[in-house]
């Protein structure tokens, strides 16, 4: 691929021009980004630096909605320390975490002594990604942090990773808790996400309208979970056929 195209030929050509636009303009999706990670990461007191699952995924799990994990995969997208992941393993999936973070990946990898995780760190939007498509794919706060743009890759991703008759899980924020409200066409003008993307069940049922829907809404509140009011989630199964 031409890195610094004069004219535009190609999809990707479009897709890398667009990310020049939100350089220092809070996409932390790429490699770049990655001591901003760190630096979140690493404060004891963050939301984020945490051991505690997400309270829709354990809610899911008791309302029966989740594939059985016997002898199933789970991919976690943006793993970050891995807590998810680490409930996910308790459960009987056989987990891979990804994230971009090489400090992520190591912590996590530190707290899953007592487990059997894969971690991998890797770009999901820009860099191969040598994975075998999952039962179940799960992503904790990485989406809404994708400019416009890369929501096109992210959906071609998932159509990859996701296999036919899987589930697949998301956490966003949530309008008028976190997150900016500005349109697609505002952000790009700006070249500033603003912190990250706020998406309300309707947005999430719109763009990923090619799965089925299964359940969402407001992230749930259940002690012992991580679970906040800013967050929206839901939870979609791909056609099997």
């Not at 997150?179 to 003008?189: I, N």
Request: hydrophobic share 35%; net charge negative; aromatic share 8%.
């Amino acid at each position: 691929m031409n890195p610094d195209p004069k004219r535009l030929g190609t999809l990707d050509e479009l897709l890398t021009t667009l990310d020049t636009l939100f350089e220092g303009g809070s996409d932390w999706t790429t490699r770049e980004q990655s001591t901003h990670w760190q630096s979140i990461f690493s404060q004891p007191e963050h939301p984020l630096n945490s051991d505690l699952p997400d309270a829709n995924l354990t809610e899911w799990q008791a309302r029966g909605l989740l594939p059985n994990p016997a002898s199933r995969t789970a991919l976690d997208l943006g793993c970050g320390l891995g807590r998810n992941a680490r409930w996910l393993a308790r459960q009987g999936y056989r987990v891979t975490g990804l994230d971009l973070s090489a400090y992520a990946v190591a912590e996590a990898q530190r707290r899953t002594a007592d487990l059997t995780v894969t971690y991998l760190e890797a770009d999901l939007l820009r860099g191969p990604l040598p994975l075998p498509p999952a039962d179940l794919v799960y992503d904790s706060g990485c989406f809404h942090h994708l400019p416009p743009h890369r929501r096109l890759t992210y959906l071609s991703v998932l159509g990859r990773l996701l296999k036919p008759g899987g589930h697949f899980g998301i956490c966003t924020f949530a309008p008028g808790r976190m997150g900016s409200e500005a349109t697609d066409v505002e952000l790009l003008r700006r070249g500033s996400l603003e912190g990250g993307v706020a998406y309300s069940p309707d947005d999430l049922r719109g763009i990923f309208s090619d799965l089925d829907y299964v359940a969402g809404g407001p992230m749930p509140q259940l002690a012992g979970t991580f679970c906040h009011d800013f967050l929206n989630v839901a939870l979609f199964r791909r056609p099997a056929g």
